[in-house]
Nanobody, 115 residues
Framework: QVQLVESGGGLVQPGGSLRLSCAVS????????MGWYRQGPGKDRELVAT???????TYADSVKGRFTISRDNSKNTVYLQMNSLKPEDTAVYYC?????????WGQGTQVTVSS
């Protein structure tokens, strides 16, 4: 059974930082393309960043220069370092993993940016 478990969300002031983690089990992690998505209040789910099994990276324009995605294949974990957070970054953040034609999702972790 494939499981993705996010952690690291919380309340942070504008300009602050958070690091999200997503621990993956039940699948050969090194061969999985990983991503972070988010869904803000009243908004559709949107792509934040992806890191392929070969470490190719992509970012949404709205987070370029502020967020960094990385992975540690020895720990079966993907990270999202979020700096210079803005109120508009407030959302539930979801981890995803895609291998072949199947995509798996975590349960999400809430990030709230507010003073």
């Amino acid at each position: 059974q494939v499981q993705l478990v996010e952690s690291g969300g919380g309340l942070v002031q504008p300009g602050g930082s958070l690091r999200l983690s997503c621990a993956v089990s039940g699948i050969a992690f090194s061969g999985v393309d990983m991503g972070w998505y988010r869904q803000g209040p009243g908004k559709d789910r949107e792509l934040v960043a992806t890191i392929r099994s070969g470490s190719y990276l992509t970012y949404a324009d709205s987070v370029k220069g502020r967020f960094t995605i990385s992975r540690d294949n020895s720990k079966n974990t993907v990270y999202l370092q979020m700096n210079s957070l803005k109120p508009e970054d407030t959302a539930v953040y979801y981890c995803s993993g895609t291998r072949s034609t199947r995509t798996y999702w975590g349960q999400g972790t809430q990030v709230t940016v507010s003073s």
